[in-house]
């Protein structure tokens, strides 16, 4: 069985380093925005939420405007 959930990105229960992320509440509003170009328009999966925000921090931030350099310092 295959279902969906709709859900903000503030409320995402992130696990492992994923979970340490440092992005406001404010930028995870850009984000989901931007999510639906990022997994071409398919739903993705929490682990596929989770890992780009695990491995992609970089990405991410450039997506935002958000100087990476700035957003590791917080």
Known sequence: MKYTKQINLKDFE???AAA???FTN???EMLEYRFEEYFN???PTDTE???IFWFEEEFLCNSIGLKYSKY???
């Open 14 to 16: 992130f696990w492992n």
């Open 20 to 22: 340490e992320h440092k």
């Open 26 to 28: 404010e930028e995870l």
């Open 41 to 43: 328009y398919t739903p």
């Open 49 to 51: 939420i989770n890992d």
């Open 72 to 74: 590791e310092n917080r």
